[in-house]
């Protein structure tokens, strides 16, 4: 466990500074990047040194992981509140984590999804926002949502096209239940990350035209974009989440 623990701190630390060297290069302030901990290869002993690290935003690429991983991690959470004092810390960490749907949703795990995520970073269509919406009202709750854009263009990933994101936000706007909080996208698949720039300067580009618009407010004032491969480049072009996971396990 110590082991796990060094390990995992050494490659958080890493990570986060290899973000504020992207930032420095730009004049950035990194605590304006949210490090999005993905968490598809690792299991619970994992999420829960995550979480005791301090690192407090896990994301998920399926629902049914998703649903198993925050069940987990709340069980964790009720034996360490009912040990009393010796676990109080650990059990304020793990109320701490705020759970991120990255992954394509289907429109019938919607309600799977809204119990247990904070933020759904994929909505890819208006028939899907629709229907978060109307599983958020029946909870009466208003949902946090991310529209994703298929930037490079590329027909094996999801998003909607680019000329399509201020029609859209028009649409996302007269929904009563969801919350647009700002766009996501996906690099291309390449081994250089300088290939994925100019899909994140795009991605940039469409959000300052979609609040130009005036269909969506303050609070949408997110960028979703860069993974392991590419999250220093998005980091330069203004992310405001990267989402990584092989980065930080290595050599777990």
Not at 23 to 38: F, H, I, M, S
Not at 96 to 113: D, E, F, P, T, Y
């Amino acid at each position: 466990m110590k082991q796990l623990k060094k390990k995992l701190a050494d490659n958080l630390s890493r990570v986060r500074e290899k973000i504020a060297t992207a930032c420095g290069r730009v004049n950035r302030d990194p605590t304006e990047v949210t490090l999005v901990a993905v968490t598809k290869s690792v299991g619970l002993e994992v999420i829960r040194t995550l979480a005791e690290l301090g690192q407090v935003d896990l994301g998920e690429n399926r629902p049914q992981e998703l649903l198993r991983k925050t069940t987990m991690l709340e069980e964790l959470n009720l034996r360490a509140k009912q040990a009393g004092l010796a676990d109080r810390d650990s059990a304020e960490k793990f109320s701490a984590v705020r759970w991120h749907m990255i992954g394509h949703l289907q429109r019938n795990k919607v309600s799977m999804v809204l119990n247990c995520s904070r933020m759904i970073h994929s909505v890819d269509s208006l028939r899907l926002a629709e229907e978060i919406s109307i599983q958020a009202g029946k909870r009466g709750i208003s949902a946090d949502v991310l529209m994703e854009v298929n930037c490079s263009g590329e027909s094996s990933k999801y998003g909607i096209i680019p000329a399509a994101v201020n029609h859209l936000a028009e649409q996302f706007a007269t929904l009563k239940h969801i919350r647009l909080m700002g766009l996501m996208t996906m690099g291309p698949l390449a081994e250089n990350p300088e290939d994925s720039r100019k899909a994140f300067v795009r991605l940039r580009e469409l959000f300052e035209e979609m609040h130009a618009s005036g269909y969506v407010g303050k609070d949408c004032k997110h960028l979703s974009m860069g993974t392991t491969q590419d999250y220093m480049v998005a980091a330069e072009e203004g992310a405001t989440m990267v989402r990584v996971g092989r980065d930080l396990f290595e050599g777990l």
